[in-house]
Nanobody, 114 residues
Framework: QVQVVESGGGLVQAGGSLRLSCAAS????????MGWYRQAPGSQRELVAS???????NYADSVKGRFTISRDNAKNTVYLQMNSLKPEDTDVYFC????????WGQGTQVTVSS
């Protein structure tokens, strides 16, 4: 059984920062890709950022220069540092990991007030 658990969401004012964490545990093989999607009610999930085991990173254009993704392979953990937050960043953020298949976290709410 594999668990993917996010933490670090919350309420912040525009211009503020939050750091999301996501840890994968259980019977999981070597993780290739880790990353974050976000989704607003009634909308499709949007890829925010991803990072491969070798360190190749991809960001959505909307977060480039503001968000930074990183990972600790030894801990099967991925982080998302979010700076200069905007109200439009308000969403539920979902962590995912890809090893032999994709695993999802339960989501964490990020709310940015104007």
């Amino acid at each position: 059984q594999v668990q993917v658990v996010e933490s670090g969401g919350g309420l912040v004012q525009a211009g503020g920062s939050l750091r999301l964490s996501c840890a994968a545990s259980g019977s999981i093989f070597s993780i290739n890709v880790m990353g974050w999607y976000r989704q607003a009610p009634g909308s499709q999930r949007e890829l925010v950022a991803s990072i491969t085991r070798g360190g190749t990173i991809n960001y959505a254009d909307s977060v480039k220069g503001r968000f930074t993704i990183s990972r600790d392979n030894a801990k099967n953990t991925v982080y998302l540092q979010m700076n200069s937050l905007k109200p439009e960043d308000t969403d539920v953020y979902f962590c995912y990991v890809i090893s032999n298949r994709i695993y999802w976290g339960q989501g964490t709410q990020v709310t940015v007030s104007s």
